[in-house]
């Protein structure tokens, strides 16, 4: 019901020209998309909402968007692509002072790695990650713990 909902909404943004709307909109279609394990639509919906963000400017939004078009990519193993965006991603997070967000891109940039069979990259990833993690009392701090100690494992 949601996803119909969204394209509701959408259409009437569209209709209205309504762009920061549109943006929003298809960010969320982008999420449902995701969790439906329907990579290509969640990449269509993230790379309409990413060319709207960029006319309007939004850069924390283009952290997000990005972020999102990224675990796209990597669902649709284009891995080369998902690590270009989540590199994108990152930056911006990074020149936004944005901590929170470089913490879930730099966990996405290791599970991507440890796709890829690269645990150098991973564990560089996952230890930057937990130390701004522990820094900030982020959320995701044990499981970055977990997934670290399971690379140490495996090493």
């Known amino acids: 019901k949601a996803e119909q909902y969204c394209q509701q909404a959408l259409r009437l943004c569209e209709e209205l020209q309504e762009q920061?709307?549109?943006?929003?909109?298809?960010y969320v279609l982008t999420i449902i998309a995701r969790q439906k394990r329907d990579?290509?639509?969640?990449?269509?919906?993230?790379?309409r909402a990413l060319l709207l963000?960029?006319?309007?400017?939004?850069?924390?939004?283009?952290?997000?968007v990005l972020f999102e078009l990224s675990r796209a990519?990597?669902?649709?193993?284009?891995?080369?692509?998902?690590?270009?965006?989540g590199r994108q991603?990152?930056?911006?997070?990074?020149?936004?002072?944005?901590?929170?967000?470089?913490?879930y891109v730099l966990q996405h940039l290791g599970d991507a790695h440890t796709q890829l069979n690269q645990p150098e990259h991973a564990l560089q990833a996952w230890s930057e990650a937990?130390?701004?993690?522990q820094e900030t009392?982020?959320?995701?701090?044990?499981?970055?713990?977990?997934?670290?100690?399971?690379?140490a494992v495996n090493a």
């Not at 920061?20 to 298809?26: H, N």
């Not at 009392?137 to 690379?151: A, G, N, Y």
Request: proline share 3%.
């Open 39 to 47: 990579f290509q639509s969640a990449h269509t919906h993230a790379s």
């Open 73 to 85: 990519n990597l669902g649709l193993r284009n891995y080369s692509q998902a690590l270009e965006e």
């Open 137 to 151: 009392q982020h959320p995701l701090t044990d499981e970055l713990q977990t997934r670290l100690s399971k690379l």
């Open 53 to 64: 963000l960029k006319h309007m400017g939004d850069r924390t939004a283009q952290a997000q």
């Open 20 to 26: 920061p709307e549109q943006a929003v909109t298809l």
């Open 89 to 103: 991603s990152l930056k911006l997070c990074q020149d936004l002072g944005d901590r929170f967000g470089t913490v």
């Open 130 to 133: 937990l130390r701004i993690a």
